[in-house]
């Protein structure tokens, strides 16, 4: 397989390769390769055609759908950037990527709009397509993008194709700019490790609006095989799904995987569930060891592959399958064209042999930047600190590296959490409630969560005798975030506690942790 130097072409390479064999299915919906490419060429020229040009931002708001990817992957081909964003978030979120973007226009769907509280105001002032019936007569039919002539020209591999918005430390979501050519590059290199071939069907259960489930989308286009897409609700919806897909390749985030071991364990899942499965990948944070041994024990001809990335930098590291019994919490080695260093955080020095340090990535896939956040771009994309030029990642993750090469997450520098697989500020959590009547000052920070990451616990000045507040404060967040931001955990206290700077105490903070923290 020969790496494609754009997402145009890697679409069109995969339908003239699978020609009308099926590529892609959602629910009921199938589409054969062939179809498949021309709907996104045509989508693309269609978009041209309505005066989308270079640069220009498309932002995808569907549900799983043939259309979401189309739709993504004909921004891209049109010469603009595709900006998909993940189903579950609400009002505020959707209004800020907005307001930072300035898109062309907005793709969404009747079903996808339902969540919100006021939908209306959320894409006032907006171009609206949309997919599917439903809309306000003003929304233009996205269907009708892909009845046109195809465009014409490949976009240049060097051009923006994408922005994925993603949580900092700090404020809310910013969005990586990541090229034609990187999202490529990580999908022939992703491919290449997993063995993936024409007869392959992957399960994609992770959102196309995180960078490891797009990859995943982008790698069947390179090896030319089937993907299906569905959400899931539970365990039983699992089974199903394991059974009527027969896939032979699933990705997954640590909380999947504490489900899928759960199941085995219960007998909700059993070996047929596994049968056709040739691999199985982790990553968004370390695979529980526990949950490893039930997987490895009950499904033992499954590949299973440890593996980290960055939204910055889209694919960085994985493990050996044959490696993983011996050191299951490692997530191994560079991939091929990467370098990752380890940097002391005080010094700045580059740590040789066995080492703890900050994991910087170095080579290939280092992504654009972030967004017009110029001061951000610099903080995170930074000169190789090995002098000669180029341009590294810093993770902000502290990460141990033993004498054969392998990497070992220790944990974050900064105040990032990671719960389910996403990436959450704390700070955007503590300020969905701000401005509720009888709320103060608020703070929200990360607990041990298990195999789902963090449990975000929220700590908010008030009265404590106020007994309504906690639950106006649970209500308020509903409203406000998405589910994997909801705090596990609701601390009302009448007066904050700070260090002698004036800054919240954090060691204090978690001393007011019940022993067993429900919430409260």
């Excluded at 520098?413 to 959450?424: A, N, P, T, Y």
């Excluded at 449990?455 to 209500?475: F, K, Y």
């Amino acid at each position: 397989m020969t790496l494609a130097p754009d997402l145009l072409t890697l679409v069109r390479s995969a339908g003239e390769r699978r020609g009308a064999l099926p590529l892609l299915a959602v629910g009921e919906q199938v589409l054969g390769a062939a179809a498949f490419a021309r709907a996104v060429a045509a989508t693309a020229g269609g978009l041209r055609s309505r005066g989308f040009r270079r640069g220009d931002r498309l932002v995808v708001l569907l549900h799983r759908s043939v259309d979401e990817a189309v739709a993504i992957l004909a921004a891209a081909a049109a010469g603009g950037l595709a900006v998909p964003l993940n189903a579950k978030l609400r009002d505020e979120q959707i209004r800020h990527v907005l307001r930072d973007c300035e898109p062309w226009a907005v793709v969404v769907s009747a079903t996808r709009l339902l969540p919100l509280r006021d939908a209306p105001a959320v894409l006032r002032g907006q171009r609206v397509f949309a997919a599917g019936g439903g809309l306000p007569a003003a929304a233009e039919p996205f269907a009708a993008l892909g009845t046109g002539p195809e465009v014409d020209a490949a976009p240049d591999p060097s051009w923006p194709a994408a922005l994925l918005y993603t949580s900092g430390s700090t404020g809310p979501q910013k969005a990586v700019v990541q090229d034609h050519q990187n999202l490529c590059l990580g999908a022939s290199i992703v491919a290449g490790y997993l063995g993936l071939a024409a007869d392959d069907h992957l399960l994609a259960l992770l959102p196309f609006s995180f960078d490891y489930g797009l990859n995943q989308l982008l790698s069947a286009l390179h090896a030319g095989c089937r993907l299906t897409a569905a959400d899931h609700l539970g365990t039983g919806e699992l089974a199903e799904l394991f059974l009527r897909v027969l896939p032979t390749g699933l990705a997954g985030v640590p909380s999947l995987w504490h489900e899928v071991a759960r199941g085995l364990l219960t007998g909700a899942l059993d070996a047929r569930h596994g049968a056709t499965l040739r691999r199985a990948t982790n990553s968004g944070g370390v695979l529980r060891p526990e949950d490893a041994a039930v997987l490895r024990r009950h499904w033992p001809r499954v590949r299973l592959f440890a593996m980290y990335g960055l939204t910055e930098a889209f694919r960085s590291a994985y493990l050996d399958p044959d490696e993983f019994d011996a050191h299951p919490d490692s997530f191994g080695r560079a991939l091929p064209g990467v370098e990752l260093l380890l940097v002391d955080p005080a010094s700045g020095e580059v740590l040789d042999g066995e080492a703890t340090g900050e994991l910087v990535h170095a080579g290939a896939l280092v992504a654009k930047g972030y967004w017009r956040r110029p001061a951000d771009t610099a903080q995170r994309f930074r000169p190789d600190p090995r002098g000669g030029g180029g341009t590294v990642v810093y993770s902000g993750d502290l990460v141990r590296r033993d004498a054969e090469g392998r990497h070992y997450f220790v944990g974050r520098i900064d105040r990032l959490l990671k719960v389910q697989g996403h990436r959450v500020s704390p700070d955007e959590v503590a300020g969905a409630v701000a401005g509720l009547p009888g709320a103060g000052e608020a703070v929200a920070f990360g607990t041990d969560g298990g195999a789902d990451g963090h449990r975000i616990v929220l700590v908010v000045a008030g009265d404590p005798a106020d007994r309504d507040l906690v639950q106006r404060l649970a209500s308020r967040c509903r409203q406000r975030l998405p589910s994997y931001m909801l705090p596990a955990t609701i601390l009302v206290r009448r007066e904050l506690p700070h260090n002698p700077n004036g800054k919240l105490d954090d060691a204090a903070l978690r001393a007011l942790l019940p022993p067993c923290t429900g919430t409260t």
